[in-house]
């Protein structure tokens, strides 16, 4: 047992009136010490689920994000002109409502904006639809890449995949935990933040509940990054939906609160101020979601092409490739009806192909 741990156990742990908040400094060596396995089994599940009963604070998840940096994998700086947007997506999948990520971020690369997206497997609490599952169905299986084959990727294409059970192991092993005491801990708000890249980037960080955004504009000042979104989307996701007014945080880098805190400016978009109708499409199996994106890259009209369009018009104008959301509106729809999107995934299939045939061969 490590009493060092047990001294931050207690803190978090002790109830309304004696419990105390940790420091970012308390926070990044709890968390080292359950990725390293320091702390014993009972005194992790103890923490995860006392740290949730008693609710994160940005200091906290900026400490726990530090921890992540020193041990885990990043993707190294490619030569693109614009800043690598990282896709903050929740690690338990969708069950609801259908992932759109997958088509945005291969639209975003074939513009010439690179991306990168993180994740594992079908995991707990929700056991949704995974990202890789989707990227294995449309021909590019992320899960067998190794970190420097996976940076290949990235620099030839643009797009990268952080497959946790291969390339953060330390992390993938917390997931346990989460099965076992039934309930997200705050690790998974901190994810949504986590940046596998060690260069310029801009973070997009999906969220459900209003106050987890202030806990986002927190940590992410007190840890210098000043060029983010905030997204209230689908199933807690960056996916924009169209049933209602999407919420949208933006930080503005050259300002900052009384608090010291990097400004946000709110953004309202309604889905109907831009021609798109009131509907989300629903969740289905993963073959019938591969199914309905590949019609999307074929140029088909259909519901998900509609809310590609949309999501995709968004962020063609926030990573600053159009001038506006109704230019960018326009542009998706043109590369995702002329083939070009499709003609992207058929590079990224190809050449994640022959790493893997290179890698049998071996």
Known sequence: MSNA??????????????GEDLTRTEAAVATRMMLLGEATPAQIGAFLIAHRIKRPTGAELAGMLDAYDELGPRLQ????????MVLGIPYDGRDRT???????????????QPTIMHGSDRMPTKYGVPLVEIWQGLGVDWTQLALDQTQQVFTTTGLGFIYLPQHFPLAQKIFEYRDQIGKRPPFATMELMWCPYAGAAQIVAGYV??????????????RGTNNFATVKGLEGSCDLPRERTNIIGLSTPNATEESGLIAIERLHLSPRDYGFSSYNVPCDTTERLVADMRSVLQGKPSELMQSAIWNGGFYLWRAGVCPDISAGITQAEAMFTSGEVAQKLQEIS???TTISRTLVQR
Do not use: C, Y
């Not at 001294?7 to 009136?17: A, F, M, Y």
């Open 5 to 18: 741990f047990r001294d931050l156990l207690r803190k978090v742990g002790s109830g309304n009136h004696t």
């Open 77 to 84: 700086p490619i030569a693109r002109s614009r800043p690598v």
């Open 98 to 112: 259908a992932p759109i990520s997958p088509l945005t971020a291969l639209l975003l690369t074939a513009a010439g």
């Open 209 to 222: 509940h209003p106050p987890t955004e202030h806990m986002f504009q927190v940590a992410l000042s007190l």
């Open 350 to 352: 190809q050449l994640v």
